[in-house]
Every structure is written in structure tokens, then in C-alpha cells.
């Protein structure tokens, strides 16, 4: 997928979210020429203002990302999140979504 394909379809869930704190930790990075690859810890947060629960719900887990060495510097070539736990009301990213899918045009 390409990274602006990526944006574009996840750009209207955080534009309905109230608020959001993503923190990532102890990143280890292995290099081989130009590619390389960063794992690290990651914590989600998501926060939004609802009448049907909870207004957080957060996860925790690593992402995997793969990294290319270009004339510019080092790029993201791919990113692998994998979720190992969660908490919270997991409902209310399907609420951030609903003003985009309520979009004239949509």
C-alpha cells in the first residue's frame, strides 16, 4: 500500500478523535548495507467524547518497520504494528470514523 493511500484512509478516524497520544519505547535497530529494520514498544491512546461508554481506549503492542537508505536519508519502506493487548472502549474509533462516512460525496 502506498503511503499516501494509507493517510487518506485513516486521516477522517483521527480527525474524529478528540485527542490522541501515541508513545513508542526501547527502539532496536539492525542494519544490513542499506535496509535495516526498527523494532519497538508502542502505546496507543485514543480518546473521545461519546454517550455510549468509555471515552479511551488504548493498545499496546511493537511496531516492525522497515527502513531504506536513500540519497536523502532513511526512509520508511514499510511499517508492521501487531497488537498485543488492549483496553477501553474500542467503540469509539468507529465513532471518529462516522462524520467522514457521513460526507457528501461518500
Given at each position: 500500500?502506498?503511503?499516501?493511500?494509507?493517510?487518506?484512509?485513516?486521516?477522517?478516524?483521527f480527525h474524529g478523535l478528540d485527542a490522541t497520544q501515541h508513545s513508542m519505547s526501547n527502539p532496536r535497530v539492525s542494519i544490513a548495507?542499506?535496509?535495516?529494520?526498527?523494532?519497538?514498544?508502542?502505546?496507543?491512546?485514543?480518546?473521545?467524547?461519546?454517550?455510549?461508554?468509555?471515552?479511551?481506549?488504548?493498545?499496546?503492542?511493537?511496531?516492525?518497520?522497515?527502513?531504506?537508505?536513500?540519497?536523502?536519508?532513511?526512509?520508511?519502506?514499510?511499517?508492521?504494528?501487531?497488537?498485543?493487548?488492549?483496553?477501553?472502549?474500542?467503540?469509539?474509533?468507529?465513532?471518529?470514523?462516522?462524520?467522514?462516512?457521513?460526507?457528501?460525496?461518500?
Amino acid at each position: 500500500m502506498r503511503a499516501d493511500d494509507w493517510v487518506a484512509g485513516v486521516q477522517p478516524l483521527f480527525h474524529g478523535l478528540d485527542a490522541t497520544q501515541h508513545s513508542m519505547s526501547n527502539p532496536r535497530v539492525s542494519i544490513a548495507g542499506d535496509r535495516a529494520t526498527c523494532s519497538m514498544y508502542v502505546q496507543a491512546s485514543h480518546f473521545l467524547r461519546n454517550k455510549e461508554g468509555d471515552a479511551e481506549f488504548t493498545i499496546g503492542g511493537y511496531y516492525t518497520d522497515q527502513l531504506v537508505k536513500t540519497p536523502a536519508g532513511w526512509k520508511l519502506c514499510g511499517v508492521k504494528l501487531t497488537v498485543a493487548w488492549s483496553r477501553g472502549n474500542k467503540h469509539i474509533m468507529a465513532l471518529a470514523a462516522e462524520p467522514a462516512m457521513k460526507a457528501p460525496g461518500r
